[in-house]
C-alpha cells in the first residue's frame, strides 16, 4: 500500500513513501544480510561528540529475544508487532566514563534509528517504532545494565496488506491517511513557505 507523503516541493521517494504499518507478513525472515544492513545504517550515524550511546538487543520472530521484546509489549502494539519479523530494542548509555550525563544521548539514538528506518525502506522493509511497553519488566527480562535507558522497540518487516489485520479499528487506521502539521506551524521563521503549494 502506498501512503506517500504530500509535500510543498518533491521530496527523496524514501521519504515521501516511508510509513509505519501494523500489518506485517507473518511468514517472512529477516536476513542476516538485511539485518546487518539496518544495523550498519545505525551504526553511521551521526552523535554528539562521536559517543554513539545507542544500544540494541535484536529479536528475531522465533528466537528467545523475540519472545521477551514482544511480551513486554502493551496489548494494543502487541497484538500487531508480534507478526514483525524482528523486535529490537533501542536503548541509550545514560552517562559517559566520567558519570556526567549523556545529554543528547536520546537525539542521537533517534538519529541512528531514522537512518536505520531509510535502509530498511530501500530494502523492501518496513519500520514501525514503538514506545508502548514495559520498560522496567523488559530491562529486567534482558538483564540489562543499570546504566541503560530504554527508548523504543522497533518493529520491522515486511508489510502486509491491511485487511489481514485481527479488528477494524486497526484496518481502519491502517488505511487512513498519514497528516502532519503544516511547515508553517513548524517553522517558526526564516523559510520561503509562500512560494509553494502543496502537491
Ligand atoms: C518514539 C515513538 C513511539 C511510538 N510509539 C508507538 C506505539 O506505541 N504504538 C504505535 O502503534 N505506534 C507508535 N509510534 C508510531 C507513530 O504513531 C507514527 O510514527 C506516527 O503516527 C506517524 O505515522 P507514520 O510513521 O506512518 O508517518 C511511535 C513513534 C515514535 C517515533
Redesign the pocket.
Known amino acids: 500500500m502506498e501512503k506517500s507523503a504530500s509535500s510543498l516541493v518533491e521530496l527523496h521517494p524514501i521519504v515521501a513513501q516511508r510509513?509505519?504499518p501494523?500489518s506485517f507478513d507473518e511468514g517472512v525472515a529477516l536476513s542476516d544480510e538485511d539485518l546487518t544492513g539496518l544495523l550498519e545504517a545505525a551504526r553511521w550515524s551521526p552523535s554528539a561528540g562521536n559517543g554513539q550511546p545507542w544500544r540494541y538487543v535484536v529479536g528475531r520472530k522465533g528466537d528467545a529475544l523475540f519472545h521477551r521484546i514482544s511480551n513486554s509489549l502493551v496489548p494494543a502494539?502487541k497484538i500487531w508487532a508480534e507478526k514483525s519479523s524482528a523486535l529490537i530494542l533501542v536503548s541509550v548509555l545514560k552517562y559517559r566514563d566520567d558519570g556526567t550525563p549523556r545529554t543528547t544521548a536520546q537525539y542521537d539514538a533517534g538519529l541512528a534509528s531514522s537512518l536505520l528506518t531509510v535502509e530498511a525502506h530501500h530494502r523492501g522493509l518496513a519500520v514501525?517504532?514503538?514506545?508502548?511497553f514495559d520498560h522496567d519488566g523488559l530491562a529486567k527480562s534482558l538483564n540489562l545494565d543499570e546504566g541503560l535507558q530504554t527508548i523504543?522497540v522497533l518493529a520491522i518487516g515486511k508489510t502486509a496488506p491491511a485487511d489481514l489485520l485481527p479488528n477494524e479499528t486497526l484496518r481502519q487506521r491502517e488505511v487512513a491517511e498519514?497528516t502532519r502539521l503544516p511547515l508553517s506551524d513548524i517553522v517558526l521563521a526564516g523559510a520561503p513557505l509562500a512560494e509553494f503549494s502543496v502537491n
Do not use: D, E
Open positions: 510509513w509505519s501494523r502494539n514501525h517504532q514503538i514506545g508502548g523504543v498519514r
